[in-house]
T-cell receptor, first 114, second 116 residues
Framework: DAGVIQSPRHEVTEMGQEVTLRCKPI?????LFWYRQTMMRGLELLIY????????DSGMPEDRFSAKMPNASFSTLKIQPSEPRDSAVYFC????????????FGSGTRLTVV | AQKITQTQPGMFVQEKEAVTLDCTYD???????LFWYKQPSSGEMIFLIY??????QNATEGRYSLNFQKARKSANLVISASQLGDSAMYFC?????????????FGTGTQLKVEL
């Protein structure tokens, strides 16, 4: 089991550029979550999917953020245009419905917008 | 809505001693789950232990145990025989099974440092 795989591990981009973060959940897991971690706000849920369908996107900061899950094995989080305040660690997590625990996190993407 | 409160921003413990990290929660759900995660300086989130609200026994996983007091809405993590490798940030989280949906809500974390 390879775990939740996120790419890239680190991203440095200039303000105004488009940024795409990628996530491959654990095979068989049908819920996928995107979290953002900052010193000021801690860990906050941005959006989550069940069976590839977005269920709750109330945490997405604004229209500059969008997330997709075209199939069960891949999701993207896109920021366009990026701003310095988007600098954070972005985590993807997945779990299998019916398992009360078992939220597995990826290693995160550290995004720096300069 | 769920709310997790961790009131200890930082804790120190001597190696081989036990330490308790505090967590209180608030929810309107009758059924919920409580989690603890460890985040070392390398940044990954490592699942430690889980407690269901209807579990009668306190959860244990090796040196980790969860002191669950439902009436007080507390879910403290106890680490026994601390090791240097336990130095990390620790997060308490919960999931409500009805109103909370499928998501985890996290506390602000406690930074634990284990000293020789």
């Amino acid at each position: 089991d390879a775990g939740v795989i996120q790419s890239p591990r680190h991203e440095v981009t200039e303000m105004g550029q488009e940024v795409t973060l990628r996530c491959k959940p654990i095979s068989g897991h049908n819920s996928l979550f995107w979290y953002r971690q900052t010193m000021m706000r801690g860990l906050e849920l941005l959006i989550y999917f069940n069976n590839n369908v977005p269920i709750d996107d109330s945490g997405m900061p604004e229209d500059r953020f969008s997330a997709k899950m075209p199939n069960a094995s891949f999701s993207t989080l896109k920021i366009q245009p990026s701003e310095p305040r988007d600098s954070a660690v972005y985590f993807c997590a997945s779990r299998r419905t019916g398992e009360n625990y078992g939220y597995t996190f990826g290693s995160g993407t550290r995004l720096t917008v300069v | 809505a769920q709310k997790i409160t961790q009131t200890q921003p930082g804790m120190f413990v001597q190696e081989k001693e036990a330490v308790t990290l505090d967590c209180t929660y608030d929810t309107s759900d009758q059924s919920y789950g409580l989690f603890w995660y460890k985040q070392p300086s390398s940044g990954e989130m490592i699942f430690l232990i889980y407690q269901g609200s209807y579990d009668e026994q306190n959860a244990t996983e090796g040196r980790y145990s969860l002191n669950f007091q439902k009436a007080r809405k507390s879910a403290n993590l106890v680490i026994s025989a601390s090791q240097l490798g336990d130095s990390a940030m620790y997060f308490c989280a919960m999931r409500g099974f009805t109103g909370g949906g499928n998501k985890l809500t996290f506390g602000t974390g406690t930074q634990l440092k284990v000293e020789l």
